[in-house]
């Protein structure tokens, strides 16, 4: 996977398929089916909040999938000069804010250009929660992220083509 295509889908703040995953839907009889998972979201919930990208980490993981993919040659450190001055021209900036009610809004920028906003809508799914984008973000962006938190740390697995990477942000 090329390093463009990771940062565009580094950027993805809203995203998850839209199948339904833990819904309980009735029937014409009131029977309920589907996951038992729980979809209810809560103001206490611990992925309501303010969250940032991890600037550092997040230019650590361009990094490591770079060297991955072989756009970066093995061997190479991340403190090159050269990888230093590649990672800073990315400059990407995102802020999250979770709501109790389901909804989410983010900011994003790459290189100090212009800020793009996306919205959606998230729930619980077992023990990681589904972000699903409903406005904004680019078309050619994937579609889905299963977001986990633990404590002040929130990660997106955004699905690639090799695999997933995770993107770090934090609280605040």
């Not at 839907?25 to 998972?37: E, H, I, L, R």
Request: with cysteine.
């Amino acid at each position: 996977m090329k390093v463009r295509h990771l940062i565009a889908a580094a950027g993805i703040v809203a995203l998850a398929l839209s199948t339904g995953c833990g819904k309980k839907d009735k029937d014409g009889a009131g029977n309920t089916s589907g996951s038992k998972s729980s979809t209810k979201t809560s103001a206490n919930d611990p992925v309501v909040g303010k969250w940032t990208l991890d600037g550092e980490k997040f230019k650590r993981t361009m990094f490591d999938e770079a060297v991955k993919a072989g756009e970066i040659p093995q061997g190479t450190t991340f403190d090159n000069p050269n990888v230093q001055q590649r990672l800073g021209a990315m400059a990407m900036a995102m802020t999250i804010e979770v709501k109790g009610d389901g909804t989410w809004s983010s900011t994003r920028s790459m290189g100090g250009g212009e800020a793009e906003i996306s919205k959606g809508t998230w729930k619980k799914s077992g023990a990681e929660y589904v972000f699903t984008r409903t406005e904004g973000g680019d078309a050619d962006e994937p579609d889905d992220v299963k977001v986990t938190v633990s404590g002040n740390a929130m990660t997106y697995h955004i699905p690639t083509d090799d695999g997933t990477v995770a993107i770090p942000l934090r609280r605040g």
